[in-house]
């Protein structure tokens, strides 16, 4: 059965990095969306950014040209760059894999259109 781990978590200053990764088990990347979302205290869930394996990307709003993106196929590895980052970046990361890279709604797709979902990672951001 398809598994995901996601890792590299942690306690940042503002302004810091860090790269989340998700290691992706039982799984050929050929056709397929790789998500990552965020959840914050006290809020829903959110998309942060998602990459097919046609290499397209998406971001939301607030971490354009700070949180990059990328895969590697051959690993079986999903990752995310978060660069700058702030306090309002504190959250449980997750990563999510949806079986096909087409959506009618796109990369910006909803949650309910991935298959398998990793276990969460701390991110805080403090400063």
């Known amino acids: 059965d398809v598994q995901l781990q996601a890792s590299g978590g942690g306690l940042v200053q503002a302004g810091g990095s860090l790269r989340l990764s998700c290691a992706v088990s039982?799984?050929?990347?050929?056709?397929?969306?790789i998500g990552w979302f965020r959840q914050a205290p006290g809020k829903e869930r959110e998309g942060v950014a998602t990459i097919s394996s046609h290499g397209n990307t998406y971001y939301t709003d607030s971490v354009k040209g700070r949180f990059i993106v990328s895969t590697d196929n051959f690993a079986r590895m999903g990752y995310l760059q978060m660069n700058d980052l702030k306090s309002e970046d504190t959250a449980v990361y997750y990563c999510?894999?949806?079986?096909?890279?087409?959506?009618?709604?796109?990369?910006?797709?909803?949650?309910?259109?991935?298959?398998?979902w990793g276990q969460g990672t701390q991110v805080t951001v403090s400063g």
């Open positions: 999510a894999l949806d079986l096909e890279s087409l959506s009618t709604y796109g990369l910006s797709r909803p949650e309910y259109e991935y298959d398998y």
């Open positions: 039982e799984f050929t990347f050929d056709d397929y969306a």
